[in-house]
């Protein structure tokens, strides 16, 4: 094995040692799932995609598979949910992707005792690391960015940020390895919805302010 190589494994190691003491766990009572958190300033955030099935209510939310499920539902304003490419695997390594309708359901898609991150949670992470060209870099997971510059981060935050692509409103995939998009429960005054976006070829962290309520992204949670 060679000096780089050990230098290189070492510094992970290093890494993982100094996030494994950030996290703390938050166990969800409609299924028993056990998600990682992280303390980031004031606030704390699942270091993990949401995962859950169900609304606070036990209310299933159903699971579009195919993409005429997928499309019908958003145009009848109906919350679903889907894995990558309908792959389990997908699921447990980047979580699940919803559309708007289910962010914003009543019956509420976040865990007892936290909230779907806002627009002004996310400028707050944002700006305590660095700012938008420099934030991304920190919330980054080390591995697991695959784009074709390959740049993955530092995971200084222990955010853990993972590149879960997207799901169209036409029911198309598209972006797993090189973006991560994550809605926020923001819409402005113009009724636009606010979703942000990390891409894997820089570390630039990109707003997006558009009425694409049928796509489907990732979401974080924040402790209430």
């Given at each position: 094995?060679?000096?780089?190589?050990?230098?290189?494994?070492?510094?992970?190691?290093?890494?993982?040692a100094?996030?494994?003491?950030?996290?703390?766990?938050?166990?969800?009572?409609?299924?028993?799932?056990?998600?990682?958190?992280?303390?980031?300033?004031?606030?704390?955030?699942?270091?993990?995609?949401?995962?859950?099935?169900?609304?606070?209510?036990?209310?299933?939310?159903?699971?579009?598979?195919?993409?005429?499920?997928?499309?019908?539902?958003?145009?009848?304003k109906?919350?679903?949910?889907?894995?990558?490419?309908?792959?389990?695997?997908?699921?447990?390594?980047?979580?699940?992707?919803?559309?708007?309708?289910?962010?914003?359901?009543?019956?509420?898609?976040?865990?007892?005792?936290?909230?779907?991150?806002?627009?002004?949670?996310?400028?707050?992470?944002?700006?305590?690391?660095?700012?938008?060209?420099?934030?991304?870099?920190?919330?980054?997971?080390?591995?697991?960015?695959?784009?074709?510059?390959?740049?993955?981060?530092?995971?200084?935050?222990?955010?853990?940020?993972?590149?879960?692509?997207?799901?169209?409103?036409?029911?198309?995939?598209?972006?797993?390895g090189?973006?991560?998009?994550?809605?926020?429960?923001?819409?402005?005054?113009?009724?636009?919805?606010?979703?942000?976006?990390?891409?894997?070829?820089?570390?630039?962290?990109?707003?997006?302010?558009?009425?694409?309520?049928?796509?489907?992204?990732?979401?974080?949670?924040?402790?209430?």
């Amino acid at each position: 094995m060679s000096k780089q190589i050990i230098l290189a494994t070492i510094a992970l190691a290093i890494v993982f040692a100094s996030h494994a003491q950030q996290y703390g766990t938050l166990k969800d009572s409609r299924d028993g799932r056990v998600y990682k958190t992280v303390k980031i300033g004031a606030q704390e955030w699942m270091a993990e995609n949401l995962n859950a099935e169900r609304f606070r209510n036990g209310d299933i939310i159903p699971d579009a598979k195919t993409k005429e499920e997928w499309e019908k539902a958003g145009k009848n304003k109906q919350p679903v949910w889907c894995y990558y490419d309908n792959d389990k695997v997908n699921g447990e390594k980047y979580g699940k992707l919803y559309n708007w309708y289910a962010i914003t359901d009543k019956r509420q898609l976040a865990p007892a005792g936290m909230r779907i991150a806002s627009s002004e949670d996310w400028d707050s992470v944002i700006n305590q690391l660095g700012g938008l060209t420099k934030a991304g870099s920190n919330l980054k997971n080390i591995t697991g960015w695959s784009d074709k510059d390959g740049v993955n981060g530092t995971n200084a935050s222990g955010f853990c940020a993972m590149p879960g692509g997207e799901r169209e409103h036409d029911g198309e995939f598209n972006f797993l390895g090189s973006w991560g998009v994550w809605w926020t429960s923001t819409r402005d005054a113009n009724r636009s919805n606010w979703f942000l976006i990390i891409s894997s070829s820089n570390y630039d962290i990109f707003w997006k302010s558009s009425d694409f309520l049928n796509d489907g992204y990732s979401v974080r949670c924040i402790k209430n």
